[in-house]
């Protein structure tokens, strides 16, 4: 039994990467149509292109490391506890706090968000630890406080919270609801 969900899973992972490698093919073929067709574009594109390159070339290690200190340091109750379903408000505050305090650019957090999943973090609290990094950092508060006054920090942050709480419930009412229907479609 073990064994057929083993090769199962390798099947899936197989077939994952495959389509990533074609996306990965189409997105560079539609690259090189576009830099073919505006040639005046090409030196900009590279430019920024090989930067971004150098920037996950120097960030992305240490990224690895940390995922993997933290995949082996922090136990998966200790997630389920803080961050799971029966975390309740105290979970959706955290995974707010959690995403607020980093610095650092968006596609860093994927690769946390997923193993907070695989963890047994709730959805709802990934979705809120992921707005949290693009849209509520600490740094970015003091900023805005800094040039455009209290009263403008307070108000965004207030409604920023509100509207990305709502939006994480909403979604993970809806992947809820989508893998219910699709559980009765594939049952009859």
Known sequence: MKRQEKQKDERKAKKGIIR????LGIFLAITVILLIEFPDKREPVIATSWDFFLEMILILPAVMVLLGLFAVFVPKNMVVKYLGKTSGIKGIFLAILIGALPTGPLY???????TLLKKGARISNIILFLSAWACIKIPQELVELQFLGLQFMVTRLIL??????????IIEWIMKWSENKGGVKNAV
């Open 108 to 114: 860093i957090a994927f690769p946390i968000a997923a």
């Open 160 to 169: 920023t919270v509100i509207f990305v709480i709502i939006m994480a419930l």
């Open 20 to 23: 990533d490698l074609i996306i």
